[in-house]
Structure formats: C-alpha cells, structure tokens
C-alpha cells in the first residue's frame, strides 16, 4: 500500500521512518508529475519542496503553527499531506485551487498568489501570539525570488526589531522565480551557495562525531548551531545576523534529517530565525530539469514521459506582442524593455535575445520597476514595462505620482487582462481599467485582435509626454475582427441601415467577437445595433458622444470591474457633454470569483452574449413601453440563438 494514501493529516507522518519518508517523498513526486501533466498547473516548484514541506510538517504542528507560503504556487506538496489528494480538478471548477485556500483547509491561511507579502503576514501572526501570549508557532516559507520584492525587506526590518518574538523564516532557495533570480540579494544568496566550506566542515565533522559515543551527536548539533564568529570565518553570511536575524544554513533542501534538525532548533529559538534552505526546482523530474528556461514552473498538460505539451492552442495575445516588440527595438533605439522576474511569461524573451543590453529585470519588485521606468523615460530612452495585469496594481502609486506626474512617456503593457480563470481570485486582472481612470494624462488601449495589438502597442510607444498603456488578455488569440470605418479615433465594427439605430454597443478588447454576436442576437429580435470599438478606451473619445446621441441606447461591454471601469466613464462623458441616453454596462462583478475556466467563470457572472442581448431586449422593450412583451422578447432571444 503507498504510504501517500495513508497520509490523511500532517500528524501522519511522525510515526514514519527516515527511510519511509523519503520513499514518501519519492511517491509524491510521482503522484505531482502523474496529476499535474493531465491538469496542467504548477509543476517544477512543487517538485522542489518535497522534502522541504514534508520537514515543516513533522517539525511544527498545523494548524496550531502557522505554515505560511509565498506565494502559494509551492503548496501542492502541502496540501497532500493535509488530506487533500485528489488532484483530478486541480484548478478547475469544484476541484482544488492552485494555491492555499482557506475554504478548503484549516491549514491553508494566505490565499493571495501575490509575491513577497509572507513575511508581513507573518510579522503581523506573531504579534498576535504576543498580544494573546499564545506559543504557537509561525513559520513562513519565502523563495529567493520573492526576497527581491521590496515589501519582504520593509518586512525583515520590523521582525528583526523584535529579538525575542518567535518566527521562523525559511528561505526557499532555488536560484529561481520564474526564471533564474537577478539582483544583489540573489548575488548574496549564490555567495551562501557557493562557499560551502562550512558545510564541508560540519559534514567531515559529523563523520566523525557519529564515530563517538554518547557526546558524538549533542557536540555536533553544538556546533552545527554555532554562532556568527565561526560562519563568518567560514562563508560570508553576516548580512542576515547584521539586521538582528539568526541564521541558520545553507541547509541541502532534499537531506529530510537536515533539515528536521535546522528547524526543530529554528523552533526551539525564542526569536526570528532564516533558515536557508538550498533545493531544485524540478527536482527528480528530467523533463523540468532540462528546461533551461523556469523549470516547468508552470505547466499546461503535458506527456507525463517527455513533458511535451499534448495540444499547441496557436498563436496567444503574448507572442504576438513579443514579436512586435522585435520590431521595434529594430527600428528605434531607444526602445527599452522592462520585466519584473517574467522575462519568458510575458513574451520578452525573443527582446532579451537580440537586445540583451536593452532589457532590465527589476525582479519581484513592480513598484520599482515603475519608478526606475520613469527614470529611463527622463534619461532619454522609451521603456516598455510588460507586466501581468493584477500585477500592476501593486505599483499604483508609481504610476500616479512617479510617472504621470512628470509626464514620463513610459508604455505600460497588461498581460492576462481580464478574466483568467483558472488562477482564482488574485490572478484575474480586472481592475486595471478602473483604477487607471483616475490617472491624469495616462491613456489606455484595449486592442481586439492581434493587428491592433500591433498597430496600439505602436501608437502607444509614439507618446512621448504621458504614460500609455496596452492591455490584452490570456490565451489564443482570435482571427482579426475587420473595421468598416473609422470615427474619430474609433472602429464600427457593425451599424445597420438606417438612420436612428436602436443601440450603440460600445465593445472593449477581446470581446469584440462576443459584441458582434449579441448585435447579431438584437437583430433577430428587429433591433438595430451599431458596434463600435473605441481602441483607446481612456480618455474617451470625443467622437463618443455625438454617436451616441444617434442612437436610443449606449450599451458598454467590457472584460474589467463594472465599479469605475470604462462603462462609467462614457456616461460620464456624455453626462459632461449633455448627451441623455439611457446606458447600461455590463462588466465583472466587484467581487472576488473562485477559480474556473475563463468560460466558466464568464458564464457564471452573466458576460455572455446571450445573456447581454436577453438584458438589452428587455431594456429596448421598456423604453418601448412594451413592458407586458418583455418576457416574451427575452425568451425569443435564446430560440433565435438556437
């Protein structure tokens, strides 16, 4: 019987063997490569904390200690060993979610995917402890990555503070985010790695120590817990018993005992404590080994055997701008490009390969990356910040005050806008467009399809006195949708005949195909529909309201926040500009949404065609005042879709 199956709460592993754990170990890497190739999901960084989580667990006690993961992506191991194993709807709807959930697990407790915000977490858990004079634990587990972000340092300088406030700070070092860490802090960690004559020391010490009886093993955990003045003298590792932290470490990641010993003396401490642990991401999986690129960090379904994908879904949304930008840096020099440790997952690498002296990875760090970009913009040079959109919420103030305050012409690009589905709740980037509305100047382009990728990202990298930014979505990305005109700066995508159609449906982004498809429901219904795409969604066209002024209704659609997004600001526009029509927008909901398909997820909220065109039915029948056929109209809608 595998000892995986047996294995239905943490306290399930302390009546197991070193030798049972690590075949335990072995096991779970199996199940992770067998589970996560049919789902797709985080592969390589789980692979890399087996041993890890499977120490944490035997050390501490959870739910009592708090076992906290940043940023999450690391916690399939966690979650098997807290009795959840069954990964057949790993990160689909009604399965488990790709990161800690509290609706899941009294184990899980940060639920943000977002990196670097462990340590604050646990900075604010501990003094809890305090206040209520608890001794439970708390352990959070941060990789090398995340310590390049700037909240883990703000961080590090209030725990440290506190010298005798228990918490333990695991360093999971990988030399990797993504892809390999950048930056001084990674600098000193490959510092820690490489000197590795205390560690040879203590493992020639060990050898012999275990040779003598009764003081042997006591006398040599003495020593491996010896103070500064001997680590010192041995590898450079001051920089972390400078701030007032313990160190304990580098400690081999994959050694079960090893690690068990460091953290049950990291315990035992009555202050803040690292313990840097050195693991593989990828580890005993040659398919994530050899790629050079992350590791398998994140993986679609694969070929267990190869680590192929089964299915190529095409061209995506990330490619097409990754070549554009090519293009670019070919024909203007000044052309900069700027990632925060995702080089590869936002399409700069092809950039990074033929200009590798003119891409900058700032690493986990957004609101530096920002601030350095209006920095570059003033020196001269036009940078191109390409970053997930719900990662940029995290450098807002950046934007605000740093860039658009001195009319930098900085070109912001927003991977993953929109509805993603599948990464839950933080992952969703849909509030770009509302929290960018309130910034002067900024200007905002929601292209379609892959030509006005091209054609926007280009219009956007020509401002040079104001941020721009280019937003798109996740995924395959369609076949162009053709204009028929142009109004102002505007595309009609569709208009009737006749001279007062009933709706102006103002389509933005990616959800032009759906746009045309509700016009083509209305239709059917005998109302008129004209479809536009303002292209630049921010500020609003000024052709906007004279069109809208033609027409009975303006209906928005939009793939963001309904709180503040694009649908409020045309009514705004046109209450500004005397235009009285009735609007209506249609957007996402001002709620977190659980993880599902993008589909899924779009159907549940109501942002599908016939939804929309079943609403707007129902609206032209009021103002009809047919308000008895409204019913009627709405069911018509889906027959007339069938």
Request: aromatic share 6%; glycine share 10%.
């Amino acid at each position: 019987m595998p000892l995986l199956t047996r294995i239905t709460g943490p306290r399930d592993l302390d009546r197991l063997s070193l030798e049972e754990l690590n075949q335990l170990a072995e096991e779970i890497r199996t199940f992770l490569v067998e589970a996560v190739s049919k789902t797709g999901g985080h592969l390589g960084p789980n692979l890399g904390v087996v041993e890890l989580t499977i120490a944490l667990h035997r050390v501490f006690h959870s739910p009592a200690d708090k076992v906290l993961w940043d940023t999450g992506h690391q916690s399939y191991v966690h979650k098997l060993l807290t009795g959840r194993q069954d990964f057949s709807r790993l990160k689909m709807k009604g399965g488990l979610s790709g990161y800690p959930a509290q609706s899941e697990s009294e184990h899980d407790v940060i639920e943000n995917s977002h990196a670097s915000t462990v340590l604050g977490w646990a900075d604010g858990i501990a003094k809890a402890n305090e206040l209520k004079k608890s001794d439970n634990r708390v352990v959070a587990v941060i990789g090398d990555g995340a310590l390049t972000g700037g909240m883990a340092w703000e961080a590090l300088n209030n725990i440290a503070e506190a010298k005798d406030r228990p918490l333990v700070i695991v360093v999971n070092d990988n030399e990797r985010s993504y892809a390999p860490t950048i930056g001084g802090m990674a600098n000193h960690l490959a510092t820690l790695r490489t000197s590795d004559g205390y560690e040879r020391f203590l493992a020639r010490t060990k050898d012999l120590l275990d040779r003598t009886p009764v003081v042997g093993r006591p006398l040599y955990d003495t020593l491996h817990g010896a103070k500064k003045g001997l680590k010192d003298f041995i590898a450079p590792q001051g920089m972390f018993e400078d701030l007032g932290l313990k160190y304990v470490g580098p400690i081999d990641g994959h050694d079960i005992e090893a690690l068990e010993s460091a953290l049950a003396r990291a315990k035992r401490f009555g202050g803040p404590v690292i313990v840097h642990c050195l693991t593989e991401k990828g580890r005993g999986y040659q398919p994530a080994l050899q790629d050079e690129a992350d590791r398998f960090h994140a993986v679609g379904k694969i070929h267990p055997d190869t680590g192929l994908p089964i299915a190529s879904s095409g061209a995506d949304w990330t490619s097409v701008f990754g070549e554009e930008m090519v293009k670019l840096g070919e024909e203007r020099e000044d052309i900069v490009a700027i990632t925060a440790a995702m080089l590869q997952p936002v399409g700069l690498d092809k950039f990074a390969k033929r200009f590798p002296e003119r891409v900058y990875d700032v690493g986990i760090a957004e609101q530096h990356g920002a601030v350095s970009a209006a920095g570059l913009a003033h020196g001269g040079v036009h940078p191109v910040f390409a970053v997930y959109a719900t990662f940029l919420n995290r450098a807002f103030d950046q934007v605000l005050m740093d860039v658009a305050l001195h009319k930098c012409g900085v070109t912001f690009v927003l991977d993953r806008a929109g509805v993603t589905g599948t990464d839950g709740a933080s992952h969703n980037g849909m509030w770009d467009m509302s929290i960018l509305q309130v910034v002067p100047g900024l200007r905002l382009a929601a292209p379609r399809d892959a030509d006005q990728v091209r054609a926007q990202l280009r219009e956007a990298v020509a401002v040079e006195d104001a941020p721009t930014v280019v937003r798109f979505s996740k995924g395959a990305v369609g076949p162009a949708v053709p204009a028929l005109r142009r109004v102002g700066g505007m595309d009609v995508l569709r208009e009737p005949g006749t001279e007062r159609p009933d709706v102006l449906l103002v389509s933005v982004g990616a959800l032009a195909p759906m746009c045309l498809e509700i016009a083509t429901l209305l239709d059917k219904q005998g109302i008129s529909t004209t479809v536009v795409d303002p292209r630049w969604v921010k500020p609003v066209d000024e052709a906007m309201a004279p069109l809208a002024e033609r027409h009975r209704v303006v209906v928005t659609v939009e793939d963001n926040s309904r709180v503040g997004g694009v649908g409020s600001a045309i009514a705004q526009a046109l209450r500004d500009a005397g235009v009285d029509v009735p609007l209506r927008d249609f957007g996402i909901p001002p709620r977190f949404l659980d993880h599902a398909s993008r589909a899924e997820v779009m159907a549940e909220i109501g942002l599908t065609a016939p939804d929309i065109a079943r609403q707007v039915t129902g609206l032209v029948a009021k103002i009809d005042g047919r308000f008895g056929q409204e019913t009627d109209a709405m069911d018509s809608v889906e027959s007339a879709r069938e």
